[in-house]
């Protein structure tokens, strides 16, 4: 810390993303990115247009993309906001509606990026306990009285709650807003986004960073009322107005027109979710029930940091978190089939040592 940092960022402590280690190859199955690279539009669309004109500033409203998303979703422009990766947006989530008198609620086995900005902008929060086996439990946010964030499906669980659940959350906090993160939505969960156009209060976020192979890009985007939707662009023009690069856009607008190519990569993955799942019991794993491209689990007989580490040493990278509530468990990325055969050997290995 140098002696000219701020004085309010003083016990701040920063976000720790999964590692992205440059020098050596691991089989990565640490920051549930896709294993599928782009669709080829994608190539095409960065290859033939978009260089020429980076000299240009790109479009600071984003409309012909905003215009695509609208058109997949069923909504208006008007309902859509963009931004850098949905961590941006979820920066822009905090800085926009919460304050001391607005203060914030999650779960407390979640994102890990909630708390970092709830200290980034000193709000008062509170983390919401999850129940057994960590269900979350919608009748602990009604009628909370602060807006609220939730991951559905949560994020390290893997669990998700229904719409009618959110629902619930939604309508008994009208003077609130609740901002539901869907960055695995599409992985075998069902989107809260019908919602939209009943509730002036509801936020549903997503990202391109995982179903839609595109974590390199940084997009996410937010669908909620005009109005929430204008308070956001009011602080996106206070700091950055050309928050999302040409080469990203266009990307983007590829990306949604191959939309098929995304479901079809979603189904193999969530068929090597169940393969995972079944060949981890089979060796006596306790795996948490997943609607993501991830899975939470743990092993009786090797505990979760000494897991994670057999396996980097072995080449392979999962997530593992000291937190004591979840000190035991490691989530895993659902990868390729390759990919997870050679996660399920590893781990084979490390279990029989361990006997
Ligand atoms: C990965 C993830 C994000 C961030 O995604 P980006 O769009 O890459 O910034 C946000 N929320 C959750 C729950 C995530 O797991």
Redesign the pocket.
């Known amino acids: 810390m140098s002696r000219f940092l701020s004085a309010r960022f003083a016990d701040l402590e920063a976000y720790v993303p999964g590692e992205q280690p440059q020098d050596m190859q691991y089989i990565k199955l640490n920051t549930?990115e896709s294993p599928f690279p782009p669709a080829p539009a994608v190539r095409e669309a960065i290859n033939a247009v978009e260089i020429d004109r980076l000299n240009l500033y790109p479009d600071p409203e984003g409309r012909a993309l905003r215009e695509k998303l609208a058109d997949h979703y069923g909504v208006k422009l008007e309902n859509i906001f963009l931004a850098n990766?949905?961590?941006?947006l979820?920066n822009f989530f905090f800085m926009t509606f919460c304050d001391e008198e607005r203060p914030v609620a999650y779960p407390a086995v979640s994102?890990g990026f909630y708390p970092v900005y709830a200290s980034l902008y000193r709000l008062p929060h509170t983390e919401v306990p999850l129940r057994e086996d960590f269900r979350l439990e919608p009748e602990d946010y009604c009628g909370i009285g602060k807006n609220i964030v939730i991951?559905n499906p949560n994020?390290p669980t893997g669990r998700a709650i229904g719409v009618d659940d959110i629902e619930r959350i939604v309508r008994s906090n009208p003077d609130h807003v609740v901002m539901i993160?869907e960055?695995?939505i599409d992985f075998g969960g069902e989107s809260c986004l019908p919602l939209v156009g009943k509730y002036d209060n509801l936020l549903v976020c997503q990202?391109f960073?995982?179903f839609r192979s595109l974590?390199g890009g940084?997009l996410?985007f937010a669908i909620g009322s005009p109005a929430l939707i204008e308070d956001l662009d009011k602080i996106k023009y206070s700091t950055n107005s050309y928050n999302i690069n040409r080469l990203t856009m266009a990307a983007a607008i590829a990306t949604i027109e191959s939309h098929e190519y995304y479901v079809n990569n979603s189904k193999r993955i969530q068929s090597n979710r169940t393969y995972t799942v079944e060949e981890l019991e089979k060796m006596g794993f306790e795996t948490l029930p997943s609607k993501a491209n991830f899975v939470f689990t743990r092993c009786p007989k090797v505990d979760g940091g000494t897991l994670y580490r057999k396996l980097k040493a072995r080449g392979v990278l999962v997530r593992h978190w000291d937190k004591p509530e979840i000190a035991d468990w490691c989530r895993v990325t659902i990868g390729s089939r390759t990919q997870m055969d050679a996660f399920l050997e590893r781990v084979h290995e490390i279990v029989k040592e361990a006997e």
């Open positions: 549930n990766g949905s961590d941006d979820l994102y991951a994020a993160d960055a695995y990202t960073s995982k974590a940084r996410g």
